[in-house]
């Protein structure tokens, strides 16, 4: 049973561009989460998806960041214009259901 | 406000030598308290979720227990390969797995 696929493991953006980062979530899980990493800090939950559904994105922030879960394919965290702040390492992890989280390998981002 | 404190920051230890990493919390209506490892440049690894004070859990050379404030995770005779950071996270009311995670201990091992 492959884990948690993220992709790409490491994306470099310039100011202004568009970062988009995919989650595959492992077989048969239906519960998807992203949380970030910023240097020197812990993870921080940003938003958690079911199938078409958004659930709770209450740590995302309300400008420039979405995320996506559609009925076919992976999930898709999508940053706009990013700034150099949002450098970081973005994690996906998926569960069956509460009490177990699996994490992926994460997507590191940097911003020029 | 929810929080999760870890300490040591850092533990460097001989092989062999056992030790506890403490994590402290205050989360109002915690559901679970949760243990990952995480090696550099990887994602965390589940290690354990705690849900009641006094419950126990242990895998290899781990050991994890709760009380109502904190939570220790009990490393016996560790090996090199243990060297890792350990990460743990209390989850927040609400049925899933939205969790608030501490800085984490960062553990060496030494032959």
């Known amino acids: 049973n492959a884990g948690v696929m993220q992709n790409p493991r490491h994306l470099v953006r310039r100011r202004g561009q568009e970062a988009r980062l995919r989650c595959s979530p492992m077989k048969g899980h239906s519960h998807v989460y992203w949380y970030r990493q910023l240097p020197e800090e812990g993870l921080k939950f940003m938003v958690y998806?079911?199938?078409?559904?958004?659930?709770?994105e209450s740590g995302m922030p309300k400008e420039r960041f979405s995320a996506e879960f559609p009925k076919e394919g992976p999930s898709i965290l999508r940053i706009q214009q990013v700034v150099r702040g949002d450098s970081a390492d973005y994690f996906c992890?998926?569960?069956?259901?509460?009490?177990?989280?699996?994490f992926g390998e994460g997507s590191r981002l940097t911003v020029l | 406000e929810d929080q999760v404190t870890q300490s040591p920051e850092a533990l460097r230890l001989q092989e062999g030598e056992s030790s506890s990493l403490n994590c402290s919390y205050t989360?109002?209506?915690?559901?679970?308290l949760f243990w990952y490892r995480q090696d550099p440049g990887k994602g965390p690894e589940f290690l354990f979720t705690?849900?009641?004070a006094g419950e126990e859990k242990e895998k290899e050379r781990l050991k994890a227990t709760l009380t109502k404030k904190e939570s220790f995770l009990h490393i016996t005779a560790p090996k090199p390969e243990d060297s890792a950071t350990y990460l743990c996270a209390g989850e927040l009311s609400g049925g899933y797995n939205k969790l608030i995670f501490g800085a984490g201990t960062r553990l060496a091992v030494h032959p």
């Open positions: 992890a998926s569960s069956p259901s509460p009490g177990e989280l699996f």
């Open positions: 705690l849900y009641s």
């Open positions: 989360v109002s209506g915690l559901r679970g």
């Open positions: 998806l079911q199938k078409e559904n958004i659930i709770d």
